[in-house]
């Protein structure tokens, strides 16, 4: 073994840890040296985001020890930056050990001298974000891996307004974090009555909240008996969902039994991800048998949602992100423009690979659409720096995350439900269907068809793979892809927009992140983006052409098919 990695494993078996995890250790020295390598190899990295990864002894692993001294440092960052009362709210999900992992959180911040909110069960990433801003907290923590397998656990940091970390406080608690070399540095103990439990007054709040949301209760009321069916994949969705409906005023909500008590083992899915067909499949065989108006799905933190609904075909097939993201943002713009609500400083916000059609939505309607990096941090925080001059109705991203209203600062799939099956029901009430409404959108503004596929390079060298085919990128462009030439170069991790034909460069004014984006002479647009968290990089591909009429779609859709798959062969992707 290498004698980094053994000083490390040293460390665990001669340092202040418990003689569970020490006799753990000893069991993989034994059995599974390769584990172990993988165990200790590096420290987990404090990411933008937070931490993230398998559950398990050893400093590339969450365990009580990594979240304590993360902890630690976000608590050392507080007590810097704060002035005055410091308090905190700490939630998780029904992952394995997320109570614990949370409840060893909430104790090191109360050791700190931190007031903390931790709610008294599991709950969704979105009501952690409202009781963030509901208390006036200083910051907030949820334990959780979000759509990640079962093997996986983590944790998101939040700033004061409900929103994860953003510069500069994401860097400055990562720097923090650094500064804890040791477990003796983590205050476990010691602060228990700094502890608040909170719980159903939370609750009812959130569910007031979101029902604000509604811009036609009338129409929910004429067509109440709309034929939901819904699943929480064994999550957090469970808890309000079903209560916010109702109080919506829909009457035929049916849960997936199969998949609605919480489990963090997720026993009927491979992946807890609404973004998988096979952990939909359940619901949508039920949707089907139930002749539903629509199928939702949410992941085990419930911030994303996966809808299905009946095609132009009367076939059951599930509505891709980008989709459901075109839907809801018209359907906020229309409905309120239509109710006489919408106001003239409207804004809408998107991230940079979430579909462009929505640009053209937004501009029929005279209202301004944003452009920020992918992370609903980024919408977060131009929504706070767009208070009180422009008024933001809705924000999303193609990968299954949606915000409503600017009450709660992080993706939100409760309040995503509620509007999703509010706009089925508007479409209802017009005799339309959601996806025949899709279809009708593509002739207004053209046909945007977008797919994404996801690399990942497994082990000790996967992030320098990754890392060399982004420097090949950067550096040497192709100038053909599926033969139509490459134009822009879009590097976000260098600011810059490059004419590939005349050198030209422009600024990009968007904060540093590791994306490219290939601009095509034919309108086509692919994006490069390493994940943060996972040796993983994603290549999305949005392709389009216009839909001269209804009687189009089929021809059109497969056009556009091939074309992405022709893309994707050409990249050497598959």
């Known amino acids: 073994m290498d004698a980094n990695i053994q000083e490390k494993v040293n460390i665990w078996l001669n340092g202040s840890y418990d003689q569970q995890t020490k006799d753990e250790i000893r069991l993989l020295q034994k059995e599974n040296t390769a584990e172990l390598t993988d165990a200790f190899y590096r420290s987990l990295e404090f990411g933008t985001g937070g931490l993230r990864g398998i559950m398990g002894v050893g400093t590339n692993r969450i365990n009580k020890y990594t979240v304590g001294m993360a902890t630690q440092g976000f608590a050392n960052y507080l007590k810097k930056e704060v002035t005055g009362e410091i308090s905190v709210a700490v939630a998780y999900d029904s992952r394995n050990n997320s109570r614990f992992f949370a409840e060893t959180t909430a104790n090191v911040f109360a050791a700190n001298g931190i007031k903390v909110y931790l709610f008294e069960s599991l709950r969704p990433t979105p009501e952690l974000s409202f009781a963030i801003r509901h208390f006036n907290c200083s910051g907030g923590v949820v334990c959780t891996a979000s759509h990640n397998p079962k093997e996986y656990n983590g944790y998101k940091a939040y700033w004061n307004d409900g929103g994860q970390l953003v510069p500069p406080h994401d860097k400055n608690v990562i720097t923090e974090v650094e500064k804890i070399a040791a477990v003796d540095d983590v205050k476990f103990t010691g602060g228990e009555d700094h502890i608040t439990v909170i719980g159903a007054e939370i609750d009812h709040a959130f569910i007031e909240m979101v029902k604000g949301l509604s811009v036609y209760p009338e129409v929910i009321q004429r067509q109440r008996d709309l034929k939901i069916v819904y699943t929480p994949i064994h999550g957090t969705g469970i808890t309000l969902v079903p209560q916010v409906l109702k109080r919506f005023g829909f009457t035929n909500i049916k849960i997936v039994k199969e998949q609605e008590t919480p489990d963090g083992n997720f026993p009927t899915v491979n992946y807890p991800n609404p973004e998988e067909s096979e952990a939909m499949s359940i619901g949508l065989r039920q949707a089907q048998e139930a002749d539903a108006d629509i199928l939702l799905g949410t992941d085990p933190d419930a911030d994303r949602v996966g809808i299905g609904v009946k095609d132009h075909k009367g076939n059951w097939v599930l509505v891709n992100g980008n989709q459901t993201a075109v839907l809801a943002f018209n359907y906020m713009i229309e409905a309120r423009k239509e109710k006489g609500i919408a106001q ?60 409503i209203g600017s009450q709660i600062r992080d993706k939100d799939a409760v309040s995503a439900v509620a509007l999703l099956c509010e706009m089925a029901a508007y479409e209802k009430d017009k005799g339309r269907t959601l996806f025949q409404k899709l279809i009708e959108l593509y002739v207004r503004f053209g046909f945007y068809k977008e797919s994404l596929i996801s690399i990942t ?114 990249m050497q992707l598959s």
């Open 344 to 403: 003239p400083n409207d804004m809408v916000i998107k991230t940079i690979v979430t579909s462009d059609m929505i640009h053209g939505i937004a501009e029929e309607s005279g209202i301004k659409c944003y452009d920020v990096l992918t992370g609903f941090k980024y919408i977060a925080e131009l929504i706070k720096e767009k208070e009180g001059v422009e008024h933001y109705v809705i924000g999303g991203e193609e990968s299954y995350g949606l915000m």
């Open 457 to 570: 390079k497994k082990g000790m060298n996967g992030q320098a793979e990754i890392a060399a085919m982004m420097d090949t990128y950067r550096t040497t462009p192709p100038h053909t892809i599926n033969g139509s030439q490459v134009v822009t170069l879009l590097d976000y991790e260098l600011k810059t927009s490059k004419n590939l034909k005349t050198g030209g460069i422009v600024p990009i004014d968007l904060p540093k992140s590791n994306v490219l984006q290939f601009i095509l002479a034919d309108g086509t647009k692919i994006s490069a983006r390493p994940s943060g968290t996972e040796p993983k990089i994603k290549f999305y591909f949005s392709v389009n052409e216009k839909l001269g009429s209804i009687e189009e779609f089929d021809a059109v859709n497969t056009r556009l098919e091939n074309k992405i798959k022709g893309i994707i062969k050409d």
